[in-house]
């Protein structure tokens, strides 16, 4: 089992920076694979980005290649999401997510976070 906590949102200009945090509790974080997905406002829910749990191997979505980091840390079990020259196309609800390469890719791990608020202003 394991529960996911997001941290870091907020409201940025466009061109600014975030980084979003996702602490996990339970011994086996370092055995998921880590993801972050979002929901905009009247859309579906779509990937962001995902870091494997033995070598950090990261994917990204094209809408955020280029300016978006993920990272994770297994001793203090936390994800990142860093965000760099923000759009406001990106403002959304962020989610953090674990699972395996298979659910993650498919938008369907076992366990989400309860999102944080991320708005661009223009």
């Known amino acids: 089992q394991v529960q996911l906590v997001e941290s870091g949102g907020g409201l940025v200009q466009a061109g600014g920076s975030l980084r979003l945090s996702c602490a996990a509790s339970g011994r086996t974080f370092s055995s998921y694979t880590m993801g972050w997905f979002r929901q905009a406002p009247g859309k579906e829910r779509e990937f962001v980005a995902r870091?494997?749990?033995?070598?950090?191997?990261?994917y990204y979505a094209d809408s955020v290649k280029g300016r978006f980091t993920i990272s994770r840390d297994n001793a203090k079990n936390t994800v990142y999401l860093q965000m760099n020259s923000l759009k406001p196309e990106d403002t959304a609800v962020y989610y953090c997510?674990?699972?395996?390469?298979?659910?993650?890719?498919?938008?369907?791990?076992?366990?989400w976070g309860q999102g944080t608020q991320v708005t661009v202003s223009s």
């Open positions: 870091i494997s749990w033995n070598n950090g191997m990261t």
């Open positions: 997510a674990a699972g395996t390469i298979l659910t993650i890719t498919a938008g369907s791990p076992p366990y």
